[in-house]
């Protein structure tokens, strides 16, 4: 006997995925309380993520990239360099499977939803976890100068992201 499990949702939110990032809009609160707070914890595969509707175009979780993140830990690299980091999902999984990890993002915001939110909430230190809130095309030739080496490298750049021109030598 198969029982079928319903699941209550509290409030559902949608938003409109346009071409051109002026047109991008936070997501929209299409049933639930509107006076509840607009931020709150999921959780996948037993890791937390804090995530926010309220604070900007995206809540601040990937959800397309779940197996990616899976992967990530199951596969425990000793160091990850996690580019364009936002909130930092990736650094989190290598954390808890052991890694070291550098993060880099463009934005000071994100290093603060990255810290406060998902690596407190999983109850990580920051000792082995560095954040550079940076651009990542400026920081990648500073981190091979040092010769830093790394055994998994994220690269999932924002879809609105202007790559730099850049010619190819002939």
Same mark, same amino acid.
């Given at each position: 006997?198969?029982?079928?499990?319903?699941?209550?949702?509290? $409030? /559902?939110?949608? %938003?409109? *995925?346009?071409?051109?990032? #002026?047109?991008?809009? !936070?997501?929209?609160? +299409? @049933? =639930?309380?509107?006076?509840?707070?607009?931020?709150?914890?999921?959780?996948?595969?037993?890791?937390?993520?804090?995530?926010?509707?309220?604070?900007?175009?995206?809540?601040?979780?990937?959800?397309?990239?779940?197996?990616?993140?899976?992967?990530?830990? $199951? /596969?425990?690299? %000793?160091? *990850?360099?996690?580019?364009? #980091?936002?909130?930092? !999902?990736?650094?989190? +999984? @290598? =954390?808890?499977?052991?890694?070291?990890?550098?993060?880099?993002?463009?934005?000071?915001?994100?290093?603060?939803?990255?810290?406060?939110?998902?690596?407190?909430?999983?109850?990580?230190?920051?000792?082995?976890?560095?954040?550079?809130?940076?651009?990542?095309?400026?920081?990648?030739?500073? *981190?091979?100068?040092?010769?830093?080496?790394?055994?998994?490298?994220?690269?999932?750049?924002?879809?609105?992201?202007?790559?730099?021109?850049?010619?190819?030598?002939?």
């Amino acid at each position: 006997m198969v029982r079928s499990r319903r699941s209550a949702f509290a $409030r /559902i939110f949608a %938003r409109f *995925l346009p071409k051109k990032n #002026a047109e991008r809009e !936070s997501p929209e609160l +299409v @049933a =639930g309380d509107r006076d509840s707070d607009l931020q709150t914890t999921v959780m996948e595969c037993g890791v937390h993520f804090r995530i926010d509707f309220g604070g900007s175009y995206s809540a601040g979780l990937f959800v397309d990239q779940r197996e990616n993140r899976q992967f990530v830990r $199951r /596969i425990a690299p %000793r160091k *990850l360099l996690n580019c364009f #980091a936002y909130t930092c !999902s990736f650094s989190v +999984v @290598a =954390g808890l499977a052991g890694a070291s990890t550098v993060s880099i993002d463009l934005s000071r915001k994100s290093r603060w939803r990255a810290v406060a939110r998902n690596f407190t909430i999983n109850g990580m230190s920051m000792n082995q976890h560095r954040f550079l809130a940076d651009d990542v095309f400026d920081v990648l030739p500073r *981190l091979a100068r040092k010769g830093e080496k790394f055994d998994v490298i994220i690269l999932d750049p924002p879809t609105f992201r202007a790559l730099p021109r850049q010619t190819i030598p002939s």
